[in-house]
């Protein structure tokens, strides 16, 4: 049975239709991403897969007893309010100590467990958020731009961490991402929403769709280029 079965799904927010006839199935053990302009829909479909939001039609079904881990795009704490790592991954219940350890190791913290939360880069919360959302060994892990604001190098990262929570724990990745040039390389599948789904399939399939790149203002080679990961300029030939 697949992890994840989503049908005929309508979504209205304030009056106005956010999602509308969208149909997404997922799997175990793959990645896909998300992408979509800005009031595409995407975080409030990842919110409606969770369950905080309720489709005016249709139907998510989920595979019996699946276990879903959110890192939501933001999470605003007071700057001067003391609170270590250890706190956070504490609340909003009590966790065995283990639990934590293996959480913050997972993520690639575990240097930072007893610092102070206002003390981390960009980059380590986000990681600290990672290791909350992994606390219950999730079968799905739902990110919602999880790398927003961390620079390329902090980005590439923390896609790497991701792949190996997904090669140990054998989970289902849905993720939203602007960064075009990452989830071509990091994703099993892309899903181009914009309101509904316009295009989806593999990262090669998409690049190539005209839906994808009107969608992104790309013309053939940028499409192309960011598919095949900038490694493809072809040579310049020196005359002698
Ligand atoms: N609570 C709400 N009430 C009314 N409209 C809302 C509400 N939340 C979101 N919307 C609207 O729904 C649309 C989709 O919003 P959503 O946040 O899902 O888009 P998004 O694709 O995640 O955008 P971004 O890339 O900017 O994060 C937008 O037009 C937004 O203004």
Request: aromatic residues 4%; charged residues 25%; contains cysteine.
């Amino acid at each position: 049975m697949r992890l994840l079965s989503i049908a005929e799904l309508d979504l209205a927010l304030g009056g106005h239709l956010v999602l509308e006839d969208i149909h997404l199935d997922l799997e175990r053990g793959e990645i896909v991403t998300i992408v979509g302009p800005n009031g595409s829909g995407k975080t409030t479909l990842l919110k409606s897969i969770i369950g905080a939001l309720v489709p005016q039609r249709g139907c998510i079904d989920k595979s019996p007893g699946m276990v879903i881990g959110y890192v939501p795009q933001r999470l605003h704490l007071d700057a001067t309010l003391p609170m270590t790592v250890s706190r956070l991954m504490r609340l909003p219940r009590r966790r065995p100590r283990h639990e934590i350890d293996t959480a913050l190791e997972r993520a690639g913290v575990t240097q930072q467990a007893s610092s102070q939360i206002s003390d981390l880069s960009g980059g380590q919360f986000q990681r600290v958020l990672l290791a909350r959302a992994l606390l219950s060994s999730p079968d799905l892990l739902i990110l919602d731009e999880a790398t927003q604001g961390l620079d390329q190098q902090g980005m590439a990262d923390f896609y790497r961490q991701i792949e190996r929570v997904r090669q140990e724990l054998g989970c289902a990745v849905l993720m939203v991402s602007h960064e075009l040039h990452v989830v071509m390389r990091a994703s099993d599948r892309v899903v181009c929403l914009n309101r509904s789904i316009c295009c989806a399939g593999t990262p090669e399939r998409v690049a190539a769709s005209p839906e994808y790149r009107a969608m992104f203002g790309l013309d053939d080679e940028d499409a192309l280029a960011l598919y095949r990961h900038r490694h493809a300029r072809p040579y310049l030939e020196i005359a002698p």
